[in-house]
């Protein structure tokens, strides 16, 4: 036993020894925060050390505590919204301080980071800037932390569906802002296959979120193409300083006096876990599920569209033969019904023989049922071509006996209605998580991600049906007090996500093909026009019987037929999109004014690749992925002038794509402070972007329409040079 004790006794001296060493190298630090004037004690108040990361958050009787590897002395810095920053002197390790912090009655007081990628008061913000913090999303009585920023001034959040909405800002609405950046933690949220954001559905879990930044204008001087009409920057809670278990429940009733939709029910639950488990290592978790029935869409608006052009019209299904409802899907298969007629006179293959004994019939002048009854008696074949070839030929032979019945009349085919194509089951499950080193006090190294899963709709071009979709965002970072280096991914999966218009043109043709249904409707209308039927009368007979045996919403054919559109992808026909985009991110930035000492300098650069992969369902990838890289630089200059009264801030971003040439974006502002809490701000700035991914690779077929990219390649692919192109009016003209 002594001779074991022996051999234990070194190593029991180094664990006393290093154990000892480790423990005098702590400092606890304590304290409570109270308001000045009512002395009342504040909660979430930020307490940190000053120039470190170390620090907490006050608890709602306004006490605080946390650990330091740092020896006193050094200093605390204490800020809230709303109220004056303060530094406090912390002198002597084990000491407990009690502070006092005055009211700021400064509207636009606090600070920001994303005005110049540095601490910024508000105030001295060279560019206009909103700023939502924990406590405002707290107590905001929407839905979803994301709805908050509707109440901004300057923003417009357009919802396509519960769980999908978009900011737009300086008065560009939509659904989709392709010129508005948005960041989480750094990660820009732009998804690589449809090219902008989807609100928050991969965003983070609500009760992770501590800010929320919005740059309201131009911000391309410094977060690069895309910025156009703003960014916004989401930060989550470091768990350092936000610890323990949180769970939040929402509930509420939908479709209150909805006549489409009877009352239900939309729940809404977070989770958060924050968790420091010694003073170099802490970690996080979070969770939420969102649930909802979504509104259901049905403007049943008649449009007159022309692809890309599209008019409000009057009419409806049962006055406008070529009705097409704003959200009624299938209809938009149209077609003019004298080029029906003239389609089946060309392609009937007549001999010169035929069409002589013909032609002789319509230059002599015999009415419709004398034509009807001689070509009965001696040529009973052509009795199917007799209404299209005395529609079409007859004005043309003998216009005085033979009036034009079609005129430019197009008729389409009736339509489904949204209701019956789209999923709005609304639901939107996420996780969120991050493990945290303090490698110094100053410098941290982090592992994140954010995963999010849902169904929602999305109004584009078309509505789309995004269900069962994966993004995943996983980010790997070191920063330090001036500098940061990060590498991203965004993981892009569209599940089961299809197309509304093409399923509903597919449930159309399984029953009947567009041809079929288009021919037996024009020759019912061509028959009792030429037997002087009313047009009213004709187009009731010919849509009667061009829908006899059409398959109704609910049945096995329908739903046999929409089965297999939404699991068919596009290039084969069906409706599915088949995307596993990819998007791999790595920049820095550096704070190089402390070697400068005469002017603030700030650098940074970044460098991303898109990888497309649609599998030919969206973009021009049949042959392989598409890659496509982007690189950029930004410098930024801030100068202070006559102890602050004049702040002098210059940025300049070059970015370059692969298939366009660089661009160069400034940025030159003035902030001028005039009295206390009062700055005059001169600034001019410029934005930009880059045609998106589907500007530049779209290849969508469907059945009335082929979308392309703008690229050169697509000259040569089909051939523009030699071949004429027709613009949208024209090739109406010409349909009908």
Request: charged content about 20%; some cysteine; hydrophobic content about 35%.
């Amino acid at each position: 036993m002594k001779k074991i004790s022996s051999y234990l006794m070194p190593f029991v001296a180094v664990i006393f020894i290093a154990s000892t060493a480790f423990a005098q190298t702590i400092t606890t630090v304590t304290g409570n925060v109270k308001d000045s004037k009512t002395k009342e004690s504040l909660a979430a108040v930020s307490v940190t050390i000053k120039g470190g990361s170390s620090g907490a958050f006050t608890d709602d009787k306004g006490n605080f505590k946390f650990t330091t590897t740092k020896a006193p002395p050094f200093t605390l810095v204490i800020s809230i919204n709303s109220y004056e920053a303060k530094e406090v002197e912390y002198t002597t390790s084990g000491q407990s301080v009690d502070i006092e912090i005055q009211p700021s009655y400064a509207v636009l007081d606090g600070i920001v980071i994303g005005a110049t990628r540095m601490p910024t008061r508000i105030l001295e913000a060279p560019v206009t800037i909103e700023r939502i913090n924990a406590a405002n999303i707290r107590n905001a009585p929407g839905e979803s932390y994301y709805a908050t920023l509707g109440n901004l001034k300057g923003v417009d959040v357009t919802t396509s569906s519960y769980t999908f909405k978009t900011v737009s800002t300086r008065g560009f609405n939509g659904s989709g802002n392709l010129r508005f950046n948005q960041f989480v933690d750094g990660m820009d949220n732009t998804l690589p296959a449809l090219n902008f954001s989807v609100g928050n559905v991969i965003g983070l879990t609500e009760l992770d979120v501590d800010n929320m930044e919005l740059l309201t204008g131009a911000s391309s001087a410094l977060y690069g193409s895309g910025g156009t009409n703003g960014t916004l920057l989401i930060n989550s809670k470091d768990p350092f300083k936000y610890q323990g278990v949180s769970f939040q429940v929402k509930a509420g009733v939908m479709h209150v006096g909805d006549s489409r939709h009877s009352a239900s029910p939309f729940y809404d639950w977070s989770l958060r876990w924050g968790e420091k488990v010694s003073e170099k290592f802490a970690f996080k978790f979070g969770a939420q599920y969102t649930k909802a029935d979504d509104w259901q869409a049905d403007d049943k608006t008649n449009l007159l569209r022309n692809n890309v052009i599209s008019n409000i019209i009057p009419g409806s299904r049962e006055s406008d033969p070529n009705y097409d409802g704003v959200n009624v899907f299938g209809d938009e298969a149209s077609s003019g019904l004298k080029s029906i007629s003239e389609a089946a006179v060309l392609g009937s293959g007549l001999d010169a023989g035929t069409t002589g004994f013909l032609n002789s019939l319509l230059q002599a002048g015999y009415d419709y049922a004398t034509i009807k009854s001689i070509v009965g008696q001696n040529a009973p074949p052509l009795l199917p071509l007799l209404p299209y070839y005395v529609g079409y030929r007859g004005p043309q032979i003998n216009p005085t006996v033979y009036p034009d019945i079609y005129g430019t009349q197009a008729v389409s085919r009736t339509g489904y209605d949204e209701r019956d194509l789209v999923d709005y089951g609304a639901h939107n499950l996420k996780f969120s998580g991050g493990l945290y080193f303090k490698i110094s006090d100053n410098t941290e190294a982090s592992l994140t991600g954010n995963w999010g899963s849902g169904t929602s709709v999305y109004t584009g071009a078309d509505r789309y049906s995004l269900k069962n979709f994966k993004i995943g965002q996983y980010k790997l970072e070191f920063k330090s007090t001036n500098w940061f280096l990060r590498a991203y991914t965004t993981q892009e999966n569209s599940g089961d996500s299809y197309a509304s218009t093409l399923t509903a043109l597919a449930d159309n043709n399984a029953w009947q093909p567009n041809g079929t249904w288009f021919g037996t409707y024009d020759y019912v209308y061509s028959d009792a026009r030429l037997s002087n039927a009313s047009n009213e009368l004709a187009h009731q007979m010919a849509r009667g019987v061009a829908e006899t045996g059409r398959t109704l919403p609910g049945s096995k054919e329908f739903n046999d037929a929409f089965n297999k559109s939404v699991t068919t992808s596009i290039s084969k026909g069906g409706s599915q999109f088949a995307d596993k985009s990819n998007l791999y991110q790595v920049e820095g930035q550096l704070n190089l004014t402390k070697y400068v000492k005469v002017v603030d300098v700030l650098v940074g650069a970044s460098y991303r690749q898109f990888d497309l992969n649609s599998a030919g369902t969206i973009f021009v990838d049949t042959a392989g992925h598409i890659k496509i890289g982007e690189y950029g630089g930004y410098l930024q200059l801030q100068k202070s002038l006559f102890d602050d009264v004049l702040k002098f801030t210059g940025s300049l971003r070059y970015d370059k794509s692969k298939n366009f040439d660089g661009h160069t974006t400034p940025r030159i502002t003035a902030s001028i402070k005039v009295a206390k809490d009062n700055h005059i701000r001169l600034s001019y700035q410029q934005a930009y972007r880059f045609p998106d991914n589907q500007d530049q690779y779209i290849k969508i077929e469907t059945p009335g329409t082929l979308l392309i990219g703008c690229l050169p390649q697509f000259n040569t692919l089909y051939n523009f040079t030699g071949d004429p192109v027709y613009n949208s009016t024209s090739v109406d003209a010409y349909r009908r």
